[in-house]
């Protein structure tokens, strides 16, 4: 069965530094997502990419964090800063287009990366 | 904007019994979609189960079904003959036409033996 794949699964960074996530969505899907949960929250949206350009955001998504998708497979996300409360698990996910047919496409969750700011 | 409730924090059920888990949620879309994510120890995203808000008829998915109440705006989970690696965090999701999705804050739930 497809899988998205996350590395790396645990980072360790210094607060101020910059760190860069990395997914690989499932190859024939269209939309990209990151999440992120605090330890023992809920997960929450951070952004959605679509046709190589950011579909949607929240307001956690604020000028440190961009993402980009450099070749046909990776999809990262850059905190350029980071800060304690960074810290947290970040998942990526992937899916193809909503529809109302009825089909399954798929929203797909990597196993993610826990980050740690220290 | 979306909200997505789950008043139970906790449950717990002995193997092979029958649990209900409760999602509510407040939009005012017509067309969307519902989820349950199970998240065990190990913290990756499960999918479950989802349902499209236009179908009338129920998900289910082996052990799991849901009972989806679109004029009350519920969508519970209920998970029959419990096995002890149901034991994990569950939670309800909603997403509109956009795809982002929108979690509740979650229900632990144990299988005893």
């Known amino acids: 069965e497809p899988e998205v794949t996350q590395t790396p699964s645990h980072q360790v960074t210094q607060m101020g530094q910059e760190v860069i996530l990395r997914c690989v969505p499932i190859?024939?899907?269209?939309?990209f997502y990151w999440y992120r949960q605090i330890l023992g929250q809920k997960v929450e949206f951070l952004v959605s990419?679509?046709?190589?350009?950011?579909?949607?955001k929240s307001e956690i998504f604020d000028d440190q964090f961009s993402v980009e998708r450099p070749d046909g497979s990776n999809f990262t996300l850059k905190i350029r800063s980071t800060k304690l409360e960074d810290s947290a698990m970040y998942f990526c996910a992937s899916s193809g287009l909503p529809d109302r047919g009825g089909t399954n496409y798929g929203y797909t969750f990597g196993s993610g990366t826990r980050l740690t700011v220290v | 904007a979306q909200t997505v409730t789950q008043s139970q924090p906790e449950m717990s059920v002995q193997e092979a019994e029958t649990v209900t888990l409760s999602c509510t949620y407040d939009?005012?879309?017509?067309?969307?979609?519902l989820f349950w994510y199970k998240q065990p120890p190990s913290r990756q995203m499960i999918l479950v189960i989802r349902?499209?808000?236009?179908?009338?008829q129920n998900a289910t998915e082996n052990r799991f079904s849901v009972n989806f109440q679109k004029a009350a705006k519920s969508f519970s989970l209920k998970i029959s003959d419990s096995q002890l690696g149901d034991t994990a965090m569950y939670f309800c999701?909603?997403?509109?036409?956009?795809?982002?999705?929108?979690f509740g804050k979650g229900t632990r739930l144990s299988v005893i033996a």
């Open positions: 349902q499209e808000a236009y179908k009338q």
């Open positions: 190859s024939n899907h269209l939309y």
């Open positions: 939009t005012s879309e017509n067309n969307y979609y």
């Open positions: 999701a909603f997403m509109k036409l956009s795809p982002s999705l929108v």
């Open positions: 990419f679509y046709n190589n350009e950011i579909s949607e």
